[in-house]
């Protein structure tokens, strides 16, 4: 371009920023425009004495990565590596250089080079790790200390849960102290504030979920609706003293509502000061080879035969299914062009493919988010550029609003009951309600949460459950790994002579899961009651033994049977408690090769909860439930014709749509239950919405008189012959 001017610009630019601040860069790719763009500048240099300083344009790590990018590229513009005319790069010189690389390219300039490390070392930019960014709670009018409030609170909390119990009041005054001393007051004030504002304005929230549900402070304020004390939960499994680490509370709202919680948090603390955080959907094996296989003009033939050999499961790599398939074996070792095909898949296999929203995820900042971390925008909302691991490692304050449609199912039913059983409340239920369990007994548990697959069904045949003890145990066995542990539980429970304790003190640790360990909680309880640990050193070595850190496991066996006089971790030991060395390792060796299955029981007892809710409803008021659960399920046609034939079994009659009678949703109708206009296909929503206000005055009297009504709204052909045919004029008296 114009020289002078640029030189003039220089010159301007360097007195604005002041000697040493203002530098020329110098870059040199092998390309013939950049060299003349080189030589310009050298010559300002050479004019003005303004210094030099080299950099190189970085895209990629080592140069053989060239190739890799250039497929990226590829698949992020939609070419193939024979476009015409696509976007690329010129060369494979855009990777990160060592110092001896840049130094032989400006070897006439070693002063730009120098100078490109000047500039580095003033850079003093660097993370706080460690360090917690905890919003502020904003305080009521008339309070003025966070501490008192929360003590207030939970006071309050503690009289309508437990009434007059001196010895949970002392575990009350045990967790607050371990909550000041940690830092955390604000962050359960925040908490509990946005759960109470969900609660009236009757948004459904869970009873809890994770290790939360361990802490009575969490139940005094509402934050969770289990009992801690009553189901041997332990708060030291959701705050250690000894591990300080952030507190992690997640909430299950109500799947339509919970927009409405994070709109209140919004407003509450600013829009600046809340951000949704971001996802990254990278790149699995076989979606790698397709979209490799795509950019490489491959057929689609080819590129699926290779795909479909690699075998099932989204974790498996493609190094994983080289060695498994031997097809992909005989492909990659058979083809050169199928040999680059899965080499190039794997250089980009786990990549970034596409950012979005986390599905629950919101940050909380005290200064405004931008302070903190970069942002982005996703549908006009502020999403932030870390993800949910770098968040919490940065030390802020990351909440989980997540989204039940179990809640929403409950809240439904509640409402439909209330029509003719003004007083019944789901906060109100006998848990201990016989008919309930008989029913899961039974095995008949199709839309019942978490107990409705084929195989937990005939568990619950077997198992015959009397109480929630026993469901929190299903929900904790039933996954891949415990699963093995079945069989036993099963015939110790209906076999009581045959369960044996390695150690009489074992028994009342496990008499409540059958003899069998289940539960982190009972791996804790075992460390502390036998060996003298204090909870947060069994928490510590829990964890150690979850992640299968064996210099750990080994150094803390010693301590587990014959002690530990080092201060901070004294404790007696095994040996000391009257227990043999034999057996506490036997003892010990069974907590190794379970802790990594065992369950979290204060998650397994907030969904046992959820679970038996909708096992109540199911057994007591049918028709409600089946219509709320129907409702929720109105997208999914394979589930409204599964929960329709449940509706067949338990002698439910399903009425066909009728537009003077049905709502959107299916609705309870006298015992029978009345099929839901928004599950007729090709009938929008805000159609059926139209359709309900405008019967409000008179029914429609003909189809005439429907269509000459709806004139105007989204009705149109297609959407009339489906109706027709679902029967929804039927009782007008004409033939469909």
Do not use: W
């Not at 699995?284 to 490489?296: E, K, N, P, S, T």
């Not at 809240?411 to 239920?429: G, H, V, Y």
């Not at 989204?714 to 012959?721: K, Q």
């Amino acid at each position: 371009g114009d020289y002078e001017a640029a030189n003039a610009r220089a010159v301007e630019l360097q007195e604005l920023f002041g000697e040493g601040n203002f530098y020329l860069e110098l870059q040199n790719h092998h390309m013939t425009d950049e060299a003349r763009v080189r030589a310009a500048l050298l010559r300002i240099h050479r004019e003005t004495g303004i210094p030099l300083a080299a950099t190189n344009d970085v895209h990629y790590i080592k140069k053989q990565d060239a190739y890799d990018q250039d497929v990226l590229l590829c698949i992020q513009t939609g070419q193939t590596l024979d476009s015409p005319d696509r976007l690329r790069f010129p060369n494979d010189e855009f990777y990160l250089k060592s110092e001896a690389e840049m130094r032989a390219l400006f070897d006439e300039y070693p002063d730009a080079v120098e100078n490109t490390q000047r500039i580095a070392d003033r850079c003093h930019f660097d993370f706080t790790f460690g360090h917690y960014h905890l919003p502020r709670f904003l305080l009521p009018e008339g309070e003025t200390d966070a501490d008192a409030y929360l003590t207030k609170l939970c006071a309050r909390g503690f009289e309508k849960r437990y009434g007059d119990r001196p010895e949970v009041r002392k575990r009350l005054d045990y967790e607050l102290n371990m909550i000041r001393r940690m830092g955390f007051v604000d962050y359960f004030l925040i908490v509990s504030d946005f759960i109470g504002y969900a609660k009236a304005q009757h948004i459904p929230v869970g009873p809890g979920r994770g290790s939360a549900a361990g802490s009575v402070v969490s139940y005094c304020l509402g934050i969770t609706d289990v009992d801690p004390v009553q189901y041997n939960l332990y708060f030291e499994r959701f705050l250690n003293p000894e591990r300080v680490s952030m507190p992690d509370i997640d909430v299950d709202f109500c799947v339509q509502r919970r927009g409405e919680v994070i709109d209140y948090v919004i407003r509450k603390y600013g829009a600046d000061h809340v951000a949704q955080i971001v996802t990254f959907g990278t790149m699995a094996a076989r979606a790698a080879v397709r979209d490799v296989g795509r950019v490489m003009n491959m057929t689609y033939a080819e590129v699926d035969a290779v795909a479909k050999a690699i075998p099932g499961g989204i974790n498996t790599t493609l190094d994983e299914a080289l060695q498994q398939s031997q097809t992909l074996r005989a492909m990659y070792d058979g083809d050169d062009r199928l040999h680059q095909l899965i080499d190039t898949a794997r250089a980009i296999e786990g990549m970034p493919r596409h950012a979005s929203t986390h599905a629950a995820g919101v940050v909380i900042t005290p200064e405004p988010t931008d302070y903190y971390l970069p942002l982005a925008t996703n549908d006009g909302l502020p999403v932030t550029q870390f993800n949910m691991t770098e968040i919490e490692e940065l030390g802020l304050l990351k909440m989980d609003f997540l989204g039940l449609r179990t809640l929403t199912v409950i809240r439904d039913a509640e409402l439909a009951i209330q029509k003719k059983e003004p007083d019944f409340s789901i906060a109100k239920l006998d848990y201990d309600d016989p008919e309930t369990y008989k029913m899961l007994s039974r095995g008949e548990t199709e839309g019942v949460f978490q107990l409705e697959s084929s195989g937990m069904k005939q568990v619950l045949v077997g198992l015959q459950p009397q109480n929630l003890e026993d469901v929190i145990a299903l929900i904790s066995l039933y996954r891949p790994g415990p699963m093995d542990s079945i069989p036993t539980y099963l015939r110790n429970r209906h076999e009581p002579d045959k369960i044996s304790y390695k150690t009489p003190q074992l028994a009342h640790i496990l008499d409540v899961t059958n003899g069998c360990i289940v539960y982190q909680e009972q791996v804790m309880q075992i460390f502390r009651e036998l060996a003298g640990f204090s909870f947060g050193q069994a928490d510590n070595v829990r964890r150690a033994m979850s992640k299968k850190k064996h210099a750990v496991m080994e150094a803390e066996r010693e301590h587990f049977v014959h002690g530990c006089t080092e201060p901070g971790h004294e404790c007696p030991g095994c040996v000391a408690n009257g227990i043999s060395e034999k057996v506490a390792n036997e003892i010990y060796d069974e907590m190794s090769s379970f802790a990594s299955y065992a369950f979290n029981k204060s998650h397994a007892a907030c969904y046992a909860y959820v679970a038996f809710q909708t096992a109540y409803l199911k057994c007591h008021y049918p028709s409600e439930f089946m219509a709320a659960l129907l409702t929720s399920v109105l997208d999914n046609t394979d589930k409204v014709i599964e929960y329709s034939g449940e509706c067949a079994r338990l002698g439910l009659k399903v009425l066909p749509p009728d537009v003077n009678i049905s709502n959107g949703g299916f609705t309870a109708d006298n015992g029978k239950i009345r099929f839901g206009l928004n599950a007729v296909k090709n009938v929008g929503r805000n159609l059926i919405e139209r359709v309900v206000e405008e019967r409000k005055e008179k029914p429609y009297s003909s189809l005439y008189d429907f269509c000459k009504r709806m004139h105007g709204t989204e009705l149109n052909r297609r959407a009339v012959e489906c109706l027709i045919k679902a029967g929804a004029f039927d009782s007008m008296g004409v033939n469909r």
